[in-house]
């Protein structure tokens, strides 16, 4: 199976790092030889060999010069191919989405997604954009091209709780959703038990990578929004724009409000409600019995609440290159057995 890979920042490189390592294991657990045929940025080169690049070489380019320019020569190798040439006209049978995310518009890479399916190219995004704006057309102009759209690390990374849902709860009726779907967020909130004020908290989630220079996204709960977005459209067909959602983040919890709920037997966590009718995100405070109140750091969660099991709950990590890597394998994995 080629592929052909858009992005390649933090989760692109642990990508094709996962397929290098993972290749004698994928042939001969799933006879799945895939093949990353081309590698595509915005500011650091695009390479697209038909024959295949090699995954080694691309890394220690990037490593050592932050650029694509240093990789071999071959007789075969293109330089200079747009996002768009790919998707319409390379040899891949699969674009992996892996740029930044836009989650106002989902562009560019919405467009770069239909223009895909419209040649016939299955599509796995780790960018949340797509699916978060647009997804029931999308899974609309894939069902009409025979093709596949899988977004499993657009929620919690490599933790399957898309998978989890739409799959394996099969014959169960999902009739509502509650999740930590931040990691940064869970981790303030989790130092600042510790006596930590907001602040404080915050720089250290800077300090360690959890949290960006500017912190918005997270700390307002918009990237939470983001995914609770895409549930909503996948679980229960009813399509949110952000506007219409009620987000508040965790900007003005104090560690008095952390000291009372602690003394009340209780955790204040950021989460994010989905059920058909709508979705939101806002901190609540839950008792210490319940699973969401024990899971902290990094750590995301998600509970489904169902009609057969009850409540679901799974527990895993939510984010990092390697994690989020895996989930795009695994979808990768899944449209390879489909097809075959």
């Known amino acids: 199976m ?32 895939p093949r990353l045929v081309a590698v595509i940025t915005q500011q650091r080169g695009a390479l697209y060999d038909p024959n295949g690049l090699n995954i080694p070489d691309l890394l220690a380019s990037m490593r050592d010069y932050d650029t694509l320019a240093h990789y071999p020569r071959t007789d075969t190798l293109e330089y200079g191919w747009t996002a768009q040439k790919i998707a319409m006209q390379s040899t891949a049978q699969v674009i992996v989405e892996a740029s930044p995310s836009n989650l106002n518009t989902g562009q560019p890479a919405l467009d770069l997604c239909f223009a895909a399916l419209d040649a016939k190219k299955h599509i796995v995004l780790a ?4 699916v978060s704006v647009a997804y029931p057309e999308l899974m609309a102009r894939a069902d009409a091209n025979g093709c596949l759209v899988r977004f499993e690390s657009t929620v919690m990374a490599g933790t399957p709780s898309i998978r989890l849902a739409m799959n394996a709860l099969r014959g ?16 303030m909130l989790t130092q600042m038990e510790t006596g930590m004020a907001y602040a404080e908290a915050l720089a250290e989630a800077q300090r360690l990578g959890y949290a960006e220079t500017n912190p918005d996204g997270d700390v307002l709960g918009w990237d939470a929004a983001g995914k609770a977005i895409i549930l909503a459209s996948a679980l229960f067909g009813i399509k949110l724009k952000m506007s219409e959602l009620s987000v508040k983040g965790i900007t003005d919890i104090t560690p008095e409000m952390i000291t009372q709920a602690q003394q009340d037997g209780e955790r204040w966590k950021l989460i994010a409600e989905i059920t058909p009718t709508g979705a939101s995100v806002a901190p609540k405070r839950l008792p210490i019995t319940h699973p969401l109140a024990n899971v902290g750091g990094t750590t995301n969660a998600i509970t489904y609440t169902t009609d057969v099991l009850g409540d679901v709950t799974l527990i895993g990590a939510g984010a990092g290159g390697t994690q989020t890597a895996y989930g795009m394998l695994s979808d990768l994995i899944e449209i390879f057995e489909i097809q075959n």
Do not use: E, M
């Open 2 to 33: 080629d592929i052909a890979l858009i992005g390649f920042g933090t989760v692109g490189q642990a990508f094709a790092q996962l397929l290098h390592d993972k290749a004698d294991d994928l042939r001969d657990r799933y006879a799945f030889i």
């Open 127 to 130: 960018n949340k954009g797509p």
């Open 172 to 187: 169960s009726q999902i009739t509502a959703v509650k999740g930590i779907l931040n990691g940064t967020t869970n981790y």
